[in-house]
Structure formats: structure tokens, C-alpha cells
């Protein structure tokens, strides 16, 4: 395990200054137009222990981002993808993932320091549903339509959890205002649905699985009503990525790497089995038993599911502007298409020369 393994969270957000001051001067040394990714400051990447970041765990353990020239600190988050967007755009943090959730749209369109790069993670279009809408087995819910009027459990109202429900109300004819709503946070779900304080709640993998093999819930829809849908992106602060591209592009051509290897079977790879539980904090028996999400090997966008869910935040006045956030005005394509070119030619290392 290396020694960059997993910081805490809370040492990484508490840099002083003056350990700011100096990363700015020695950054801003070098030319963009000729540094190497060996040349650039340490990547800081904010993540949250679920399967979801794997290719992130593989990269940084493989060595995949030590073969690029780079020096990565993978950091576990507290909080929800808003400590992202804020710890990103100040430049406390390098880089994270996050969903695309009100807090990004109102950050862009505020001129946040911040520049999307890839896809980190979507619902896959069929199979096990990720993150399904479950219902407390003490209720009489047994159908998605026998919700009206009920409490479903939310992680928060701005950002995948609530416009996950509304897809799955909206299969069956209702939508979150025909419902009451009832901010509950991951770790409470199965206490909220086992003690009657929710009928229904958004879930996640493993907390989905865990709940429905103890008896406490059960899984109401097929994945049908969220098939596809975005998840999250992968973002970087903007300063960072005009000062040291070739960084950011052999970062993510790491993950590339990675995701790739994932897509073409890693997952029954007992080693990286190993690494993915570590990371998650789960035994690999239940890791291999879970729904997983998906990651796209081209790191590519769907931006028209990013629009339909800024409409989406937009319509529940969740927004802090009228108009268009301008998301796709901070996308990096430049940098995933020289990413993907630096992947396929299974030479990392020459993003260090």
C-alpha cells in the first residue's frame, strides 16, 4: 500500500497558507506550453468510498499514475459533492468527483474555478439497479404508485437522490409533489425504514443490498426508470489545468487505463478485488454481490441527460439564476480527446517526458 494510500479528509482541507502560497509560486514557474506531467505539483482528488471511484483505487495502486510522471494523494471525503465543488474551485483540493447536482450548476454559473473533464460513473442501461427506490417491508407500499402521500427518504434536495425519485414517481404517473419529502442521509436509511420514520428512500449499493437480505426493505421498480443516467464528472480546478495540462491529461489517461481494464473483465480479478474492498471498506463478498455503475471507457458525457437534470433543478427552483448554467462552457474536451490518444497508445510514461 503506498504512502499516498488514503489521507484524511479533514488534514487535506485544512492546508495552511502558506503551504498554499508555496504550491502557487512553484506551479506558476513552469510553461504550460512545455512541462511534462512529472513537472507539475502533487493531484489532490477528493473521492468517496464507493465502487463507484474503482478506477481511481486501481490507478493509484497499479501504479498507473506513477508510471504517468504523476504524484496523486487520493483523499476520502466527509461530505456531499458540494465539499467538491467548494474544496476544487478554492484550490484546497486539486480535483474530485461529483454528481451533477444543483450546487455544480450554481457554482458554474457563478464562474467557479472549475473544469469538467470526463464521466466518472452512470447507471447502467439494464441489470441490478445501483441505486434503487426502496420501500420499508412495515409499510403497505408495495407498488411505486401506492406512494402518494407517503415519506420518502432524500440525501438532500439538490442534487442525484431526489431527481432519481422523481424518475422513479414519473414511471408510474406522480412526481415529488405528490409525496413528502424527508432529508435522510445514507447511514440513516436502514434505521429510517425500519422504524416506520420513512415508507420509501432513495438507496445505494451496499446499503440497497444489506437492507432488502435483512428484510427491512424492498426494491419497488426495475432500473428501467433511470437507465443511462449520468451520475457524475470528474472535475478539476480550472487555475490548475490552464497551468499543468499535461498533468491533467495523463491523469486522466490513468483512469482511462484503469476504466478500461474494469470494462474488460477486471472486476473478477480477486487482486483487484483486494484493492476495490480496501478502498470501500467491504469484505469482497459483498463487493462482488453488489449492483455496480458503470464507467464509460472514452470517459464520454451524455449531455443530454446533464441538460434534463439541470431542467430538472430548474424547474424546483433549486437554481440560483435564470437561464443556462453554461455547463458545457467549462467541459475540457481538448484534454480527454489527447487523454484517450495518450490511453491507447499504451505509453503512459512519455506524458512524463
Not at 510522471?69 to 486539486?94: C, F, M, R
Not at 442534487?159 to 404517473?173: N, P, Q, T
Not at 443516467?229 to 480550472?238: H, I, R, S, Y
Not at 453488489?290 to 446533464?306: C, E, F, H
Request: glycine residues 10%; aromatic residues 8%; negative net charge.
Amino acid at each position: 500500500m503506498t504512502s499516498r494510500r488514503r489521507a484524511l479528509a479533514g488534514a487535506a482541507l485544512v492546508l495552511t497558507s502558506a503551504l498554499l502560497v508555496t504550491a502557487c509560486s512553484s506551479s506558476g514557474s513552469g510553461d504550460a506550453a512545455t512541462e511534462t506531467a512529472a513537472d507539475a505539483p502533487k493531484i489532490t482528488f477528493l473521492y468517496s468510498p464507493y465502487a463507484d471511484y474503482a478506477p481511481f483505487f486501481l490507478a493509484e495502486e497499479k501504479g498507473y499514475f506513477e508510471e504517468a510522471g504523476l504524484d496523486v494523494e487520493l483523499v476520502a471525503k466527509g461530505g456531499s459533492s458540494g465539499e467538491t465543488y467548494q474544496q476544487v474551485s478554492t484550490g484546497n483540493i486539486t480535483a474530485g468527483g461529483a454528481t451533477w447536482g444543483a450546487g455544480l450548476f450554481n457554482a458554474t454559473k457563478a464562474g467557479a474555478s472549475i473544469s469538467v473533464i470526463a464521466s466518472v460513473s452512470r447507471i447502467p442501461e439494464s441489470g441490478p439497479n445501483p441505486s434503487p427506490l426502496i420501500a420499508s417491508d412495515a409499510s403497505d407500499v408495495t407498488d411505486a404508485a401506492d406512494l402518494k402521500g407517503k415519506k420518502i427518504g432524500i440525501p438532500g434536495d439538490g442534487g442525484f437522490g431526489i431527481y432519481s425519485v422523481d424518475l422513479a414517481l414519473e414511471s408510474v404517473g406522480l412526481s415529488v409533489d405528490d409525496v413528502e419529502l424527508v432529508n435522510l442521509s445514507p447511514g440513516d436509511i436502514p434505521a429510517a425504514l425500519a422504524n416506520g420514520s420513512v415508507d420509501a428512500s432513495w438507496s445505494i449499493e451496499p446499503i440497497s443490498s444489506a437492507v432488502i437480505s435483512q428484510g427491512i426493505a424492498h426494491e419497488l421498480l426495475p432500473i428501467d426508470y433511470q437507465a443511462g443516467v449520468e451520475l457524475g464528472a470528474m472535475v478539476f480546478n480550472t487555475e490548475y489545468v490552464d497551468k499543468h495540462p499535461a498533468a491533467v491529461t495523463a491523469f486522466t489517461a490513468a483512469y482511462l487505463k484503469a476504466v478500461k481494464e474494469l470494462d474488460d473483465g477486471g472486476w473478477d480479478d480477486p487482486a483487484t478485488q483486494k484493492i476495490i474492498a480496501e478502498y470501500t471498506d467491504l469484505p469482497v463478498e459483498t463487493l462482488t454481490s453488489i449492483a455496480l455503475t458503470t464507467q464509460d471507457p472514452s470517459g464520454a458525457i451524455d449531455w443530454k441527460d446533464v441538460a434534463r437534470q439541470e431542467q430538472f433543478f430548474r424547474d424546483r427552483d433549486a437554481l440560483e439564476f435564470d437561464g443556462d448554467s453554461g455547463i458545457k462552457d467549462i467541459y475540457r474536451e481538448d484534454i480527454l480527446k489527447d487523454a484517450i490518444a495518450l490511453q491507447e497508445s499504451g505509453d503512459l510514461a512519455s506524458s512524463a517526458k
